[in-house]
């Protein structure tokens, strides 16, 4: 049975921790996961968001861990991303979490900001702190504290058809009214130039930083998304739909766009480097990716990425903290690398020849480099549902660009207590 973290969860945590490092056999000696002999015991529960591609890899790395720690058990739970933020805050209120959780960057301080994750400064899970990439570690802070670690970070990118691109003739596109002038050379080879996802908001911010808006200004506390960039972002995704240069669809868009592209029935779609590997086995060498086409402003894409932590209740917090720091070890995310060419978050990995020979990961590491940060505020996942609202009005002929964009705002206001 978890320990209550109720409001004293922070202050729990942090006694836990002073245990820890103040402790001289060896094993951490914080309240749990600890043995007479100095070794680690007791069972670890990992809930692991990764999708089904990945989840294999995850667990036997998870498995690796037991080998190195026979006396640790790690029961390893592939829970869905749709509701594993809310699946895990319920489960901590209840004091039933995991002891170890896989988050988005987005998640880290909501959960923070309500006492359910440990606080890992001067802990075990954070090793070699100055080797991971300042725009990961940035999303594991929370009020001048470390509640994460980063275990991949990503953005997204255009990837295209190489074949039907040369069929059509048709270059790289480096901005949307590229993606639009298109449009008459891939209908003559049978082919749509661009899926849009209507029903992922994190798909709409690419459009957003293209015409040089953002979602919040988190420093002054201003909403912004309804200024006159963000109108342009709506107005500038309408338009691709409105001039055949696009499809879309405002449900089962991951299964729609993977499809369609799969199938040669659009050129190009817009994706993370979750999604290499299925990309690669449905088109092989076809298979490209560039930049993600510019707006009127700039060329841009958001920051995202998944951290690993530690739940404030645990009672098995010596345990947690190594099998954190061994998820997010250099040689583990070398392997995470080979095996999914998902992108790391310590810069050390990036010199390890097998990751310099990637090419996926080399072209997205600069994309990376430029990727704009989302606000790490409290409310920051909760920012996207009034979007996704606004943008399927909007694709469905219910509210204008101007509309769309007035309506989150409002949404975001009443989100943002006292923000302008």
Known sequence: MRRSIGTTAVVAALALAATACGSDDGDGGGDGGGSAGGELSGTVTFWDTSNETEAEVFQAVAEAFEDEHPGVTVDYVNVGFDDAQNRFKNAAAANEAPDVMRTEVAWVADFASLGYLYPLDGTAAVENEDDFLPTAWASTQFDGQTYAVPQVTDTLALFYNRA?????????????????ASTDAFDAVGATPLYVRGDDPYWFLPFLYGEGGDMVDAEAQRVTIDDEAGVAAFARMQSLIDSGAAITD???????????????????????????????????????????????????????????????????????????????????????????????????????????????????????????????????????????????????????????????????????????
């Not at 600069?366 to 549902?385: G, M, N």
């Open 164 to 180: 039907l691109l040369e069929e059509a003739g048709v270059e790289v596109p480096e901005s949307l009214d590229d993606v639009e």
């Open 250 to 420: 405002t449900s089962d868009g991951w299964e729609n766009m993977m499809s369609t592209f799969a199938d040669g029935e659009v050129a190009m779609m817009v994706n993370g480097p979750w999604a290499i590997a299925d990309a690669t086995a449905a088109l092989g060498e076809d298979l490209g990716v560039a930049p993600v086409p510019a707006g009127g402003q700039t060329q841009a894409s958001p920051l995202g990425g998944w951290n690993y932590g530690v739940y404030a209740g645990t009672p098995e917090a010596d345990a947690s903290f190594e099998f954190v720091r061994y998820m997010s070890s250099a040689a583990t995310q070398q392997r995470v690398t080979e095996e999914l060419s998902l992108l790391p978050t310590r810069a050390s990995v990036y010199d390890a020849e097998s990751v310099q020979a990637n090419e996926m990961v080399q072209f997205f590491k600069p994309a990376v480099d430029v990727a704009h940060e989302r606000p790490w505020i409290p409310q920051a996942q909760s920012l996207f549902e009034p979007l996704r609202i606004s943008v399927q009005a909007m694709l469905t002929g219910s509210a204008s660009p101007a509309e769309a964009a007035a309506d989150t705002g409002e949404a975001y206001r009443d989100l943002l207590e006292d923000w302008q």
